[in-house]
């Protein structure tokens, strides 16, 4: 579940939810400049499901003892996250394996910098994550071989599959950026530029907008980084854009919660399936 404070409450707002919003954001990508991955179905239904062995934690939720509140998704410890991520990357895998393929990809991607796109953050220093990285890099791998038709060039296949995975981290991180930050009040033009991914354990968000760093254009092409700020409320512009539509709208599912300490996870469970899940249109405009 992702997590972060507005004033006197909480935005709560489940992973598979998540999922959809990033979904919403691949149906528009691809223009002049940025190409959308292909095929391009099974890159649909990745960011659309890449989150999706959250599901069984979002549904408890889990309980953030210190702080008396449902767990941000980076505060689950790593054996539970693990063990809950494994079954949502087998369920894409049963249903599409191109798509299972760029989902174990994503999932050690996670562990090992974005395999570059974190400006060099150095592999997570897990034992866990260190033997996920591994079972899934095999697994993808030889997946990705049985995939390749032999009638294309193999190089042409591989640039095509790591430009998707890039394109899906980039809308991974743009839904973040829907889902934790408030989107009702403007970014302040004061505040550094953040990369999104360096924010994401933070429940009280920092001020000001957000970088993605190298975002694919092409297969084997340049990488740009985008620059995402609150311009106005409920509208969000991403300079340069890489949608179809000078502008778009996508709706955000949030479950809003009184920011106070719970005695227990049931009484924080309870609050959280309380709260109606409630959509928050929010318009997507270039820069």
């Not at 095999?138 to 394109?167: C, I, K």
């Amino acid at each position: 579940m992702l997590v972060s404070a507005r004033g006197e409450r909480l935005a709560c707002v489940p992973q598979y939810e998540h999922g959809r919003v990033a979904r919403a954001l691949a149906e528009r990508w691809g223009n002049a400049r940025f190409a959308m991955g292909e095929p391009r179905e099974p890159l649909l239904l990745a960011a659309e499901r890449h989150d999706d062995g959250w599901h069984a934690l979002d549904d408890v939720p889990a309980l953030n003892h210190e702080a008396g509140r449902p767990a941000h998704f980076l505060e689950i410890p790593l054996p539970h996250s693990i063990a809950a991520y494994a079954g949502g990357v087998e369920d894409v895998y049963a249903q599409d394996r191109h798509a299972g393929v760029l989902v174990g990809m994503h999932w050690s991607g996670l562990y090992s910098g974005r395999f570059g796109l974190q400006g060099g953050t150095p592999p997570l220093d897990a034992a866990a994550a260190r033997v996920t990285v591994r079972e899934q890099e095999r697994r993808w791998h030889e997946t990705a071989f049985e995939l390749w038709d032999h009638r294309t060039l193999r190089s042409d296949f591989y640039a095509q599959l790591w430009h998707s995975y890039e394109v899906l981290q980039a809308l991974d991180l743009l839904s973040l950026f829907l889902c934790l930050l408030d989107v009702e009040h403007p970014s302040e033009e004061s505040a550094p530029a953040l990369p999104m991914a360096s924010t994401l354990r933070e429940v009280e968000q920092p001020p000001g907008a957000r970088t993605v760093a190298s975002v694919p254009t092409t297969p084997g092409g340049e990488h740009v980084e985008l620059i995402v700020r609150v311009v106005e409320p409920f509208v969000v512009a991403v300079d340069p854009s890489p949608f179809e539509t000078a502008a778009f709208t996508v709706e955000v599912p949030l479950r809003m919660l009184a920011q106070r300490s719970y005695a227990s996870g049931y009484a924080a469970a309870e609050a959280y399936h309380a709260a109606r899940l409630t959509p928050v249109a929010v318009e997507i405009v270039g820069g």
